[in-house]
């Protein structure tokens, strides 16, 4: 029998088919490479987001800074690039340590001050923020040649698709993520401090360590997504990626990963990513709904994978009560 | 007789069917910025208006503000080979790339009232109004209107620092510029909003002898010029009378007010940038005519002569 952990990861399989048949069904023209590599590249910097949002959640935690940090990170680069004249690698390197350092604060005022993660992030989320303001209120262009060399950096599917330079570093860090949740030790104490923290400490699990590594590991991804996502518009903007940590839970917990810690994978958060991507895709193509439509649809699947988690829980129990009763 | 008439049916119908033919290909896909102001509500109901009556297919996409979502859906609109892509830019900044695969895609792409930095053969023209033609209508109109006599007038100005702030003064200026006996002797921001425009009023009016020494009010939109009225009725005035009123938008409201006899003039920022934007489509897709890069919109003046109520009725129902 298929175990309950991957019950939630089934069945968002089972969705993101389902759905996409019945879109193909609809719209011939959606069964495209077009489409594939539209689906990687326009949700790129969500999916690297939320790969880090995956970590932090195991952990039984939150992030609410993700959106701003991308905001931040676009703006830091085409004000670094262009009006401070920093080399596009060195500011990208630069960035990466700044915004490392910034997760890596937030992570040890969590742990040592034992304040909860969504206090702490929310002051990030603002910080982080208003120094994208502090940098420019307009929207800055970014003229640099590595840019221009990574934007017609693509492979050409068959049908005219493009699988991106920034859609490959998705699939990469994806990749990433699964072997660090699955197979190190950092993993490991992730799932265990997000089953329960005092057994975990109990086990000899480095809490602290763990704590502001994991939330480091969530603002790196964060600078990458950042960057990405500057590719992708080729600019920075103080206002862009606004709830952009919203999307990226929403994406985590459609992927399968209990909200309350220590269960989920990181491939459960990817086929979340392709849900919610399809869900706008097929609101474009049939260009008479309301594009609020997506809030709604993706607001559906959250309860019902809220109330599904709920009922695995309430049977697992159950089920361990009178297998108790049974022994006693 | 019988011949010539069914040849004459068969003639027209085939004319029909070419038509329709014609029309039923195309189908366009429009990525709107939002619905954050009732212009813009106005005009995404008329650019579904003007789909429907030339028989386009319209794909509509709302982007809620947001750059990214407007990206994706013109990749959508791409991957599911439209016809031609209607764009509202957001932001004039990062549309390069996603522009280069709807060229490559052989897709044209014309963008509307705003325009963008990037190399204009990325996209076949834009369709957008000239704020200074704007301005520059509404001074003559005062021109025209006071003649010789001195005119003391006073702006209300746009939010400061805004591109249809500086654009509509400059306009204004220019077309009074060369009539010595009209001076704007006063001139403040009344933040495009109904309530500083009334607030900004009520202190020009304070500061010029109870609003006596004022012959006229710029404003330069429509929403501050109906507050402003507002404040020269409590002055004890008579808007449109005492003081000419003449502003820019032609939102509903304006229309109502010079029904009243309250606001003289409104010149037009019209909703419709769709009907030029498909014109051109339809002849570019005919027969390859590349139409301008920049097609400007009609800046109409609408005057109490213009029979304000029914210009109110046709508009009052487009979402404004």
Not at chain 1, 71 to 83: D, N
Not at chain 1, 147 to 175: E, K, W
Not at chain 1, 295 to 310: A, P
């Amino acid at each position: 029998m298929i175990g309950s952990r991957y019950l939630p990861l089934l069945t968002t399989l089972a969705i993101f088919i389902l759905a996409y048949a019945l879109c193909i069904a609809q719209f011939p023209n959606m069964l495209s490479t077009r489409v594939l590599g539209n689906l990687l590249t326009d949700n790129a910097f969500l999916g690297i987001a939320a790969v880090g949002m995956t970590f932090v959640i195991l952990s039984g935690g939150i992030d609410l800074s993700i959106g701003s940090v991308i905001a931040f990170c676009g703006v830091f680069l085409a004000v670094g690039m262009g009006e401070w004249g920093i080399p596009p690698v060195l500011a990208i390197v630069l960035l990466l340590v700044i915004v490392t350092a910034f997760g890596a604060t937030m992570g040890a005022m969590i742990h040592y001050l034992a304040m909860p993660a969504f206090i702490v992030t929310l002051a990030g989320m603002f910080f982080a923020r208003g120094m994208a303001f502090l940098l420019s209120t307009a929207s800055v262009p970014i003229n640099a040649p590595l840019y221009d060399t990574l934007q017609s950096l693509y492979f050409r599917m068959p049908g005219g698709g493009r699988l991106t330079f920034i859609g490959m570093v998705m699939l990469a860090v994806f990749i990433g993520g699964m072997i660090l949740a699955h197979r190190t030790r950092f993993g490991r104490n992730v799932y265990a401090i997000g089953g329960n923290v005092q057994s975990a400490e109990l086990m000899g699990v480095p809490v602290a360590a763990t704590t502001i590594g994991i939330y480091a590991l969530s603002s790196f991804l964060a600078g990458i997504s950042g960057i990405v996502f500057s590719i992708y518009t080729s600019a920075g903007y103080s206002l862009a990626a606004v709830g952009v940590e919203l999307d990226a839970i929403a994406a985590v917990v459609i992927g399968g990963t209990i909200l309350t810690g220590g269960s989920g994978f990181v491939a459960g958060t990817f086929l979340g990513i392709l849900v919610m991507g399809l869900i706008q895709t097929y609101i474009v193509f049939d260009g008479t709904l309301s594009s609020w439509w997506t809030k709604i649809v993706i607001g559906l699947l959250l309860f019902s994978f809220i109330v599904l988690q709920r009922g695995l829980v309430w049977f697992t129990e159950r089920r361990a009560n009178a297998a108790a009763a049974a022994h006693a | 007789m019988r011949i010539l008439k069914t040849l004459v049916g068969a003639a027209a119908l085939a004319g029909l069917m070419t038509t329709t033919a014609l029309a039923a290909d195309m189908t366009v896909g429009f990525s709107q910025i939002g619905s954050e102001s009732g212009w813009r509500a106005a005009e995404t109901t008329l650019t579904k208006q003007q789909a429907e009556e030339r028989g386009i297919d319209l794909k509509f996409a709302d982007a809620q503000q947001k750059q990214e979502n407007q990206i994706k859906a013109i990749r959508s609109f791409i991957a599911q080979g439209v016809d031609a892509i209607l764009l509202a830019p957001v932001v004039a900044t990062g549309w390069d790339q996603v522009l280069e695969e709807a060229k490559e895609a052989e897709i044209p792409v014309v963008l509307l009232d705003r325009t963008i930095d990037a190399p204009d053969d990325l996209y076949l023209t834009a369709v957008t109004s000239d704020l200074v033609h704007e301005g520059n209508v509404a001074g003559q109109w005062l021109a025209d209107k006071v003649g010789d006599e001195q005119c003391n007038v006073v702006e209300l100005q746009g939010t400061t620092g805004s591109s249809p702030a500086i654009d509509r003064k400059k306009g204004f200026e220019q077309a009074i510029a060369d009539h010595d006996n009209i001076k704007i002797v006063r001139s403040q921001t009344g933040d495009f909003t109904r309530t500083k425009g009334k607030e900004v009023m009520e202190s020009f009016l304070k500061a010029e002898n109870g609003g006596k020494d004022i012959c006229a009010l710029y404003a330069h939109n429509d929403d501050m010029a109906v507050g402003a009225i507002q404040a020269i009725k409590e002055a004890g005035l008579k808007p449109g009378e005492d003081i000419l009123v003449v502003s820019i938008d032609a939102v509903p409201d304006i229309f109502q007010a010079m029904a009243n006899g309250e606001a003289n003039a409104t010149v037009e920022l019209t909703p419709n940038m769709a009907g030029p934007a498909f014109d051109a489509l339809e002849k570019y897709k005919a027969d390859g005519t590349e139409p301008p890069k920049w097609i400007q919109t009609e800046s109409k003046l609408y005057t109490q002569a213009d029979d304000p109520m029914k210009v109110y009725e046709e508009k009052k129902n487009l979402g404004y």
